[in-house]
Nanobody
Framework: QVDLVESGGGLVQAGGSLRLSCAAS????????MGWYRQAPGKEREYVAV???????IYAESVKGRFSISRDNNKNTAYLQMNSLKPEDTAVYYC?????????WGQGTQVTVSS
């Protein structure tokens, strides 16, 4: 059974930083594609950053240069470091992992950026 638990969201002022965590069980992050997504109120869920099985990471244009993915393989935990946050970054952030053709999602963590 795959289980993903996000944490680290909260309220931050514009220009601030947050680091989100996604702890996984039942799947190994280091060898499976995973990514971070977000969904703002009234909008569709969109990708923020995705690490492919090749190890390459791609970032959405809106976050490029401000956000970065990292992993702690010993803890089987992925992180999303978010810097220079903007009000338009406000959303529920989700991590997702693909295992044997199936996608698994965490429950999400709220990020709110005040102006």
């Amino acid at each position: 059974q795959v289980d993903l638990v996000e944490s680290g969201g909260g309220l931050v002022q514009a220009g601030g930083s947050l680091r989100l965590s996604c702890a996984a069980s039942g799947v190994i992050f280091s060898i499976n594609p995973m990514g971070w997504y977000r969904q703002a109120p009234g909008k569709e869920r969109e990708y923020v950053a995705v690490t492919r099985s090749s190890g390459n990471t791609i970032y959405a244009e809106s976050v490029k240069g401000r956000f970065s993915i990292s992993r702690d393989n010993n803890k089987n935990t992925a992180y999303l470091q978010m810097n220079s946050l903007k009000p338009e970054d406000t959303a529920v952030y989700y991590c997702r992992v693909t295992l044997q053709g199936s996608s698994y999602w965490g429950q999400g963590t709220q990020v709110t950026v005040s102006s």
